[in-house]
């Protein structure tokens, strides 16, 4: 059974940092691509950033987190990271990440089906 276990969320302030982490149970990330989604209270759940499986070599993010926000893989830790960099009020929500072993990372933020999600952590951006 593929389990991701996200972990790293809390409370920063607004121009703080946090950094996600996606750790795989029971499987090995390499051949995945991981997205990493977020939902806000009242609002629709939102793509903010995919990479793709093995090296990693493609990145997107959605345009309001560009310049702000890296993801990343290290295989061998079998985690997929989230940095995130001078957050702001407006990032705060649940942060999921998920796997895919087929479609990749195109058209990420579409409703599609993955194959596995993290249970989700909070991220709250206030002063």
């Known amino acids: 059974q593929l389990q991701l276990v996200v972990s790293g969320g809390g409370l920063v302030q607004p121009g703080g940092s946090l950094r996600l982490s996606c750790a795989a149970s029971g499987f090995s990330l390499d051949h995945y691509t991981i997205g990493w989604f977020r939902q806000a209270p009242g609002k629709e759940r939102e793509g903010v950033s995919c990479i793709s499986s093995n090296d990693g070599i493609s990145t997107y993010y959605t345009e309001s987190v560009k310049g702000r926000f890296t993801i990343s893989r290290d295989n061998a830790k079998n985690t997929v990271y989230l940095q995130m960099n001078s957050l702001e009020p407006q990032d705060t929500a649940v942060y999921y990440c998920?796997?895919?072993?087929?479609?990749?990372?195109?058209?990420?933020?579409?409703?599609?089906?993955?194959?596995?999600w993290g249970q989700g952590t909070q991220v709250t951006v206030s002063s």
């Open positions: 998920t796997a895919d072993s087929y479609y990749g990372c195109s058209n990420y933020a579409l409703p599609r089906v993955w194959d596995a």
